[in-house]
């Protein structure tokens, strides 16, 4: 995971807010009717949307990765936004997210529902459903997926969609984040027990399905392949035998069991795994908890 620093881009994301804000304003009701999931996505046209222009300051302050799993990110289909304090949440659920650790959640936010029937409120705590300091962005999590008979389909298993509204404190805003969640040279990714955010980055990792077989896979392979240019492993990857002999001669000098570096093998030469895996390129340059 890494280090989301919120500062550097919240002039941008309130920017768009606060124009969307001034949009909906009922000038006879004195009130912002805040609804995240029509005129949010509608105004002030489809094409060019609040939520695709927060999408893009997201995107930009998170360098165009998954907030999650680290997927890089385009914003043109593969995105969604997170609501860290989810949709739905009351004031007790709130809360949870409102720490000291976490200062940006706790002055900048008020509860849409509650904002929306205020009375001509201020705008120094935007509504949390449109709010920059509450989005960030994540990927839809899809996986290539083999069905039984062979078939590949694409199955959504990870980050925003099976964290709904479970609990997820943003980790990925502490600094230190790099020493809470790491990952290891099997591909598994941990809470470490040393971190006093460990019990949260295990809720953290569970909300999000960052254990999810595939993916482990991937952050596997990456580590496989750590140690060649990323230009050839982008350029032996197009042709299938190239792509084949690579992984294979790679994976043989291993430890891993052989039947699991016969499923990477078998996964990893099919096209549609192959384009997933290069949307992590991130683990590439990941510094591997390797003996
Ligand atoms: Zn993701």
């Not at 994540?138 to 990870?158: L, R, V």
Request: hydrophobic share 35%; net charge negative; glycine share 4%.
């Amino acid at each position: 995971m890494q280090y989301i620093n919120k500062e550097s881009d919240r002039e941008a994301g309130n920017k768009i807010t606060e124009a969307y804000l001034h949009e909906i304003w009922i000038e006879d009701e004195q009130r912002y009717p805040v609804d995240y999931n029509d005129s949010f996505k509608k105004l002030p046209n489809k094409a060019n949307s609040y939520y695709k222009q927060m999408t893009q300051v997201l995107l930009n302050n998170q360098n165009h990765y998954c907030c999650y799993c680290m997927r890089r990110l385009t914003g043109e289909g593969d995105t969604t936004l997170e609501h860290i304090i989810p949709q739905t949440a009351d004031d007790k659920d709130a809360l949870y997210y409102q720490r000291d650790e976490f200062p940006m959640l706790k002055k900048n936010i008020k509860l849409s529902v509650l904002f929306s029937h205020e009375h001509n409120p201020d705008l120094a705590q935007l509504p949390h459903s449109v709010c920059y300091d509450n989005l960030v962005a994540s990927c839809h999590g899809m996986f290539p997926t083999t069905k039984h008979g062979g078939d590949i389909e694409t199955d959504g298993h990870s980050c925003n969609h099976p964290r709904g509204a479970k609990c997820a404190l943003p980790l990925y805003f502490l600094e230190e984040i790099n020493t809470i969640i790491t990952y290891e040279i099997n591909g598994s990714i941990l809470a470490n027990p040393d971190s006093p955010w460990c019990e949260e980055a295990k809720e953290l990792i569970q909300s999000a399905q960052l254990t999810w077989e595939t993916l482990s896979d991937i952050r596997a392979l990456w580590y496989v392949l750590r140690d060649i240019d990323i230009n050839q492993i982008i350029a032996e990857g197009k042709n299938e035998q190239s792509r084949m002999d690579l992984i294979q001669d790679n994976l043989y000098l291993t430890e891993y069991s052989e039947k699991r570096i016969n499923a990477l093998i078998a996964k990893f030469t099919k096209k549609q795994y192959w384009e997933c895996f290069l949307l992590y390129d991130w683990f590439h340059s990941y510094h591997w908890n390797a003996a």
